[in-house]
């Protein structure tokens, strides 16, 4: 029996990891559609809660909840909680482009950003 060509025998593996990502993509679908079915079933469950709820609020006279927002706007009093931030002091001036720095540092050329003279 004779050995089949180098390049032919090197597609086998294209095929079976393009078999594996199928595979991998084909699981990860199933796990999304089950996560998506426990969602609607827990939906449902608060619905039909919801009403059981609100009868039986009914049956023993009690006002039905609101679903205004339990957190209401709420204006600053002047006065109270944190004071507003005032102007920043102690920064000293940023220097301008192309302006030389005082110091060691600024008094030789940089060895890299420097043209030769």
């Known amino acids: 029996m004779e050995h089949a060509p180098r390049a032919g025998r090197g597609g086998g593996a294209a095929v079976v990891l393009t078999l594996l990502i199928a595979l991998v993509e084909a699981v990860e679908a199933a ?3 089950h996560r998506a079915q426990e969602f609607r ?3 449902q469950a608060a619905a039909e809660a ?3 709820l609100r009868e039986a609020a009914g049956l023993t006279g009690t ?3 609101t679903t205004k927002s339990r957190t209401g706007r709420v204006t600053r009093t002047a006065g109270r909680g944190l004071p507003t931030a005032g102007p ?3 920064v ?3 220097p301008r482009p192309g302006a030389r720095s ?3 540092a600024g008094s030789r050329p940089h060895p890299l950003t420097s043209t030769p003279r």
């Open 92 to 94: 000293p001036a940023r």
């Open 63 to 65: 006002p039905p909840p």
């Open 31 to 33: 796990a999304a559609w």
């Open 50 to 52: 919801a009403v059981l």
């Open 88 to 90: 920043v002091t102690g």
């Open 102 to 104: 005082a110091g060691p």
């Open 41 to 43: 079933a827990q939906a």
